[in-house]
């Protein structure tokens, strides 16, 4: 467990019990654990091959994924589908566990409340 701690929160950026409860939650959501031992392993992640509705948040103080990094993610996804991206203030790469859980949540809601829908799902 405490190798999926690591995985998933910064050192000092979140208080134990939370990041521990997170790393519970999402090895039983996803227990198959990716192995990225070298940054270009993500990097190899072709953003235009992903052509659905794409919501990107980020926190501004995310050291994991600073904004530069996230600017690009957003810019080369693929076309055709809508695309938000929303920049928490002050928050870090566990913005969705800490004090700015709340703005996270409405952001999420939002996007998936207002999403455009596809021609298809129109006709049914």
Not at 21 to 37: C, G, H, N, Y
Not at 73 to 88: A, K, M, P, V
Request: negative net charge; aromatic residues 8%; hydrophobic residues 40%.
């Amino acid at each position: 467990m405490d190798m999926a701690v690591e995985d998933f929160t910064i050192e000092g950026s979140i208080p134990p019990e939370p990041a521990m409860r997170f790393a519970e939650v999402a090895l039983q959501s996803d227990p198959i654990k990716a192995r990225w031992t070298h940054l270009y392993q993500f990097n190899n992640c072709d953003p235009a091959r992903v052509t659905v509705p794409t919501l990107v948040v980020a926190g501004d103080q995310d050291p994991y994924a600073p904004l530069h990094v996230q600017q690009e993610l957003f810019s080369n996804l693929g076309r055709g589908s809508d695309r938000t991206w929303s920049i928490l203030a002050d928050a870090d790469h566990a913005a969705h566990l800490l004090e700015g859980r709340g703005r996270f949540v409405k952001i999420v809601t939002s996007f998936v409340q207002n999403g455009k829908r596809s021609e298809r799902e129109q006709l049914f």
